[in-house]
Every structure is written in C-alpha cells, then in structure tokens.
C-alpha cells in the first residue's frame, strides 16, 4: 500500500466529521507547507502529520495532532515564539499547541503570525520550491480509539 493510501485508512478510523476536519487541516497545512516533508505518525494516543524541512523527524517544525474529538496544531518550538495574544498551551520546555475547531483556525492572522514565527525560526528551513515527500514514520499496533464512545 502506497503512502496515500496509508494515510486515508488512518483518517478512515475517525467518525465523519473528525475526518473532514482532519483533511480539511491537512489541506490548508498543505498550501501553506507545499515545499515540506510530511511525516505521518499513527500512534498509541493520537494521529500525527510533522512538517519538516528535511525527511529527519528531529527537523519538524509543526504537526497536526488529531484524536477522537480534537484536533491541535502543535508547534515543536513553541515555547520560544512570541504568542502576544496567549493562544498557545502547554507547560513543556519546548512545544506549544492550540486546539483548531476547524482549518479556518489557521488563517486567523494571531495564529499565522505563530506560524510565520515559526518557520522562520526553523533549523532546517523549508526548501524555497519543490513539492515535499510523504512518509509514513510509525503505526503503532495498539492505539486508544479514534472515534468517541458512544454514550
């Protein structure tokens, strides 16, 4: 199986609208990173795409954190970025997240000025053109359910 295809059956685990939110960050990501690696993780606690300059996981920049219910935008060095507006969480020493409702999230102009500070900030900045590679790092198999419990 392809890394595509890959991909769609970890997303396939979530119910319908976690899906759509999942592939509608993904998209947005997606147009603003196209010159990123993305390095999807199918993990014990969560579904993970890391954008990276380069095809090391150590390089990432920011990921996509997605579990039942929620998704985060989580930003490997965040804890030195300027957040004026204190939308970014976590106690970490070094990553910071915020929760997305939906991918509009990510065009508020307090979150792409996190972004934009990201990446300038990177180790290994993204290449100025080309398109970046898909690569399926882990799948984890035991993982906490992707869908909600039915209550």
Not at 106 to 133: D, N, T
């Amino acid at each position: 199986m392809d890394a595509a295809a890959q991909v769609d059956t970890f997303i396939s685990k979530f119910d319908a609208a976690d899906r759509r939110r999942i592939r509608a960050v993904r998209r947005a990501l997606r147009r603003r990173l196209p010159t990123a690696h993305e390095m999807v993780y199918d993990n014990y606690n969560f579904f993970v795409i890391g954008y990276s300059g380069s095809e090391r996981p150590s390089d990432a920049i920011l990921s996509m954190a997605a579990q039942a219910g929620r998704i985060s935008l989580c930003l490997l060095r965040g804890a030195s970025l300027p957040d004026p507006h204190g939308l970014l969480q976590g106690e970490g020493k070094q990553t910071r997240f915020l929760r997305l409702d939906s991918a509009a999230t990510l065009s508020e102009p307090a979150v792409e000025a996190i972004i934009a500070a990201a990446l300038s900030s990177a180790k290994v900045p993204l290449p100025p053109r080309g398109r970046g590679r898909l690569i399926v790092r882990s799948i984890s198999a035991k993982q906490r359910p992707r869908r909600k419990a039915a209550r």
